[in-house]
């Protein structure tokens, strides 16, 4: 059988120690010979409680560096060989009392990235650290970070001297409106220290709630950047709970000066192909709207029920769609137009690549009850 890491070792040691007396006898940590672990967690917590300001400068730095130096005790007791499992040092920093987050690449786990928040003061701004290692030395260098959450890393091999190695971390931002942030960097030719390239205030500018991802757009094996970004609320054009938002989507590409972005686009779907539709019905050309439409000779009898017409608030909602589908193929709609609300089931088909406009038809009596699922206010009558 094979021996236990010596990390997990002295994880369930610890564990041990801080679940108190049992059957009155005190478990203590083990703790290898003339190692000084708990001195330094007990040193960095009373510097973490002393610390003034929200800032990790100065002297408020210490707590956040010792946590480090603890960390990379851990990783090197965990070996160079078993750097994938590193996420599992988390655990253990946390049970000594600390407030962080361990991120590494499962594809390229040759390097580690640390996140260390102030346990005692959320408001804070955090410290991260990479490890890698050079030759036998586990090297270790500190960035700078707001008061973030969600630490993610990317890390790939360029074949290039003058930057052999490039890492990227993705995080959320702990304010009242999460937004993710970026940190990219690439090794010197050394292999001794990595160059900040993009931070926040010099790199791309994401939206609030946005949703970022690795992906290798082009096949060549070096990640790209998408960001997912909900598109805002839009009074005229109302989206009820529960309904697929309308999503842009933000392709990121890495040039010399780092991620830049190469294409913007919203997402194809039903809403969407629905919002167009409304929109083109709105414009100085509403014949526009039949791209949208499987029977564009269907456009007059969209124009006499007034739809191009419609706007201010409320003039059309979405209340719920195909039951059970994140994606669904059709869409309870309501229009308010001044002959008061009137309810609509509009379907939908992809036809040569694209969402279209299959059929409407009108809904004669509104339903007693909201379909389960549905919103409650979906089952009321007209615009109030």
């Known amino acids: 059988m094979r021996a236990p890491s010596p990390v997990l070792v002295v994880a369930f040691a610890l564990l041990a120690a801080w679940a108190g007396p049992a059957r009155a006898q005190v478990t203590k940590p083990w703790v290898p010979p003339g190692d000084s672990l708990m001195r330094d967690v007990t040193t960095a917590r009373m510097r973490f409680m002393r610390?003034?300001?929200?800032?990790?400068?100065?002297?408020?730095?210490?707590?956040?560096?010792?946590?480090?130096?603890?960390?990379?005790?851990?990783?090197?007791?965990?070996?160079?060989?078993?750097?994938?499992?590193?996420?599992?040092?988390?655990?253990?920093?946390?049970?000594?009392?600390?407030?962080?987050?361990?991120?590494?690449?499962?594809?390229?786990?040759?390097?580690?990235?640390?996140?260390?928040?102030?346990?005692?003061?959320?408001?804070?701004?955090a410290a991260g650290f990479l490890y890698w290692h050079v030759r036998e030395d586990l090297r270790m260098q500190g960035i700078g970070f707001p008061p973030a959450r969600g630490l993610r890393l990317r890390a790939w091999y360029t074949g290039r001297p003058r930057a052999p190695y490039q890492a990227c971390l993705v995080y959320t931002g702990k304010g009242a409106v999460p937004r993710p942030g970026l940190k990219f960097l690439r090794m010197g030719p050394d292999g001794r220290y990595w160059n900040l390239v993009q931070y926040e205030g010099r790199g791309p500018e994401f939206g609030d709630h946005a949703v970022l991802?690795?992906?290798?757009?082009?096949?060549?094996?070096?990640?790209?950047?998408?960001?997912?970004?909900?598109?805002?609320?839009?009074?005229?054009?109302?989206?009820?709970?529960?309904?697929?938002?309308?999503?842009?989507?933000?392709?990121y590409t890495e040039r010399p000066e780092g991620f830049v972005l190469h294409d913007a686009r919203t997402v194809p779907g039903p809403v969407e192909a629905l919002r167009m539709f409304v929109a083109h019905l709105r414009s100085p050309q509403p014949e526009r709207a039949k791209f949208f439409m499987m029977k564009p000779e269907r456009l007059n009898e969209a124009l006499a029920n007034g739809w191009g017409k419609l706007r201010g608030r409320d003039a059309w909602t979405v209340e719920y769609g195909e039951q059970d589908q994140a994606w669904p193929e059709w869409l309870a709609v309501r229009t308010n137009d001044p002959g008061g609300a009137k309810r609509w089931i509009f379907h939908f088909y992809i036809q040569d690549g694209r969402w279209m406009i299959r059929d409407w038809k009108p809904v004669k009596e509104k339903p007693a009850v909201a379909p389960a699922g549905a919103p409650a206010d979906t089952a009321r009558g007209g615009s109030k």
């Open 213 to 251: 991802s690795f992906t290798d757009v082009n096949l060549d094996g070096q990640p790209e950047i998408v960001a997912f970004n909900p598109v805002d609320a839009d009074s005229s054009f109302v989206l009820r709970s529960g309904v697929p938002p309308i999503v842009n989507e933000f392709i």
């Open 51 to 125: 610390q003034q300001g929200d800032t990790v400068g100065g002297d408020n730095f210490a707590p956040y560096d010792d946590v480090s130096r603890i960390a990379r005790k851990l990783l090197r007791s965990l070996g160079r060989e078993h750097f994938v499992q590193a996420a599992a040092i988390e655990a253990t920093l946390d049970s000594l009392g600390f407030d962080t987050e361990v991120a590494v690449d499962p594809v390229f786990p040759e390097v580690v990235a640390l996140l260390v928040r102030n346990p005692f003061k959320v408001s804070s701004e």
